[in-house]
């Protein structure tokens, strides 16, 4: 089954403490992306990935890294999280026009 | 002025009736654009997507763009409460590979 997946679904965490989501597909998919989606400003590209070793910015990447040392996966990095990078994450796989979202990551820093 | 705008909604129509949701965006060189639906607490899925002025039909669903008055809608025929969902726009940009730019969303209710 074709899927994107990501883990934790659910993080409750504290300013400052490192963070890690990851996001995998099986689709050998070569372009992958990461959003967030807040109330009344929708969803926000963070960061996204055409290939192995090559990732760029989004509209909004402070406080973020990703990397992308194989093609099914996509991590996302909060060296310090702070309480305004409480959201809901969602990894995107696949080019236009189907790009496939995640299941969704709800995190909340205190 | 945001890039890609949607009424928040909600929209309530009732069961059986034609679901209209409206969206408009800035950038005159658009030139693709994007349905996608989103049920509370999931994640958003492509419903439709839209390259050319005119309709576009899929089942249930059309998409009408009219690009010299930036103005894209979908259309949902025989509404179910099934389709009750966020239903966000979204409109590639010309810059940036592959860069979606999402509307906030329009919330669609369906009463039985």
């Known amino acids: 089954e074709a899927q994107v997946t990501q883990n934790p679904r659910y993080l409750i965490t504290v300013t400052g403490k490192k963070l890690t989501v990851t996001c995998s597909q099986n689709?050998?998919?070569?372009?992958m992306s990461w959003y967030r989606q807040d109330p009344g400003l929708g969803l926000r590209q963070i960061y996204y990935?055409?290939?192995?070793?090559?990732?760029d910015k989004g509209d909004v990447p402070e406080g973020y890294k990703v990397s992308r040392k194989e093609k099914r996966n996509f991590p996302l990095i909060l060296e310090s999280p702070s309480p305004n990078q409480t959201s809901l994450y969602f990894c995107?796989?696949?080019?236009?026009?189907?790009?496939?979202f995640g299941p969704g990551t709800r995190l909340t820093v205190l | 002025q945001k890039e890609v705008e949607q009424n928040s909604g909600p929209l309530s129509v009732p069961e059986g009736a034609i679901a209209s949701l409206n969206c408009t965006y800035s950038?005159?060189?658009?030139?693709?654009f994007f349905w996608y639906r989103q049920y509370s607490g999931k994640s958003p899925e492509l419903i439709m997507f839209?390259?050319?002025?005119g309709d576009k039909e899929d089942g249930r669903f059309t998409a009408q763009l009219n690009k010299a008055s930036q103005y894209v809608s979908l259309l949902i025929r025989d509404s179910q409460p099934s389709d009750s969902a966020t239903y966000l726009c979204?409109?590639?940009?010309?810059?940036?590979?592959?860069?979606?730019?999402f509307g906030t969303g329009t919330r669609l209710l369906v009463s039985p």
């Open positions: 979204a409109v590639k940009k010309n810059t940036g590979f592959q860069k979606l730019v």
């Open positions: 689709m050998n998919h070569e372009y």
């Open positions: 950038d005159r060189g658009s030139q693709s």
């Open positions: 990935s055409m290939n192995v070793e090559v990732t």
């Open positions: 839209i390259y050319s002025n």
């Open positions: 995107a796989s696949g080019g236009l026009p189907e790009q496939f």
